[in-house]
T-cell receptor, first 114, second 110 residues
Framework: EAQVTQNPRYLITVTGKKLTVTCSQN?????MSWYRQDPGLGLRQIYY???????DKGDVPEGYKVSRKEKRNFPLILESPSPNQTSLYFC?????????????FGPGTRLTVL | SQQGEEDPQALSIQEGENATMNCSYK?????LQWYRQNSGRGLVHLIL?????REKHSGRLRVTLDTSKKSSSLLITASRAADTASYFC??????????FGPGTRLSVLP
């Protein structure tokens, strides 16, 4: 089954404790992206990747890191989480070639930073 | 950034009625897409319309795009309770990042 998986689905952590949210897709998509969703603000793009070893900042990259060492995986790293990073995070991937096609979304990761 | 903005923010209608949502954006785009999100879940793609298209249909969905006004509309005909969700437009700037609007919350009452 074609899908985007994220882990963990729920995470409660404390300020400053490094964490990684994993994202994996099995559709051989070249384009992958991370979003955060906050009430009233919709989805805001954090980082995106057009291909392996190619990443770029979205609209809200501060406090986040990503890597794309393999085509299927695109982990989101919070080196020193802060309470303002409490949010619902979504990973997405899209059809090979460009970012212009349908994005497939993961189920989301609800992160709480105390 | 080329922020998309949906209008209205919230919409309540009766089952069987049509629902219309609008989206405006600021800069040139390659395509515009509409997504649906059920409460707290991942987004599901509904329809994509390219910048050289003016109208597109998919089942009960009809999307229009007016690039001169930088706006799009999503029409859901004969709405059902299962259509209750948030709807987002997203713009793609020629292979760069996607930008989503804040969404329209649609409630379809039985």
């Amino acid at each position: 089954e074609a899908q985007v998986t994220q882990n963990p689905r729920y995470l409660i952590t404390v300020t400053g404790k490094k964490l990684t949210v994993t994202c994996s897709q099995n559709m051989n998509h070249e384009y992958m992206s991370w979003y955060r969703q906050d009430p009233g603000l919709g989805l805001r793009q954090i980082y995106y990747s057009m291909n392996v070893e190619v990443t770029d900042k979205g609209d809200v990259p501060e406090g986040y890191k990503v890597s794309r060492k393999e085509k299927r995986n695109f982990p989101l790293i919070l080196e020193s989480p802060s309470p303002n990073q409490t949010s619902l995070y979504f990973c997405a991937s899209s059809s090979p070639g460009t970012s212009s096609d349908t994005q497939y979304f993961g189920p989301g990761t609800r992160l709480t930073v105390l | 950034s080329q922020q998309g903005e949906e209008d209205p923010q919230a919409l309540s209608i009766q089952e069987g009625e049509n629902a219309t949502m609008n989206c405006s954006y600021k800069t040139s785009i390659n395509n515009l897409q509409w997504y649906r999100q059920n409460s707290g879940r991942g987004l599901v793609h509904l329809i994509l319309i390219r910048s050289n298209e003016r109208e597109k249909h998919s089942g009960r969905l009809r999307v229009t795009l007016d690039t001169s006004k930088k706006s799009s509309s999503l029409l859901i005909t004969a709405s059902r309770a299962a259509d209750t969700a948030s709807y987002f437009c997203a713009t793609d700037n020629y292979g760069q990042n996607f930008v989503f609007g804040p969404g329209t919350r649609l409630s379809v009452l039985p």
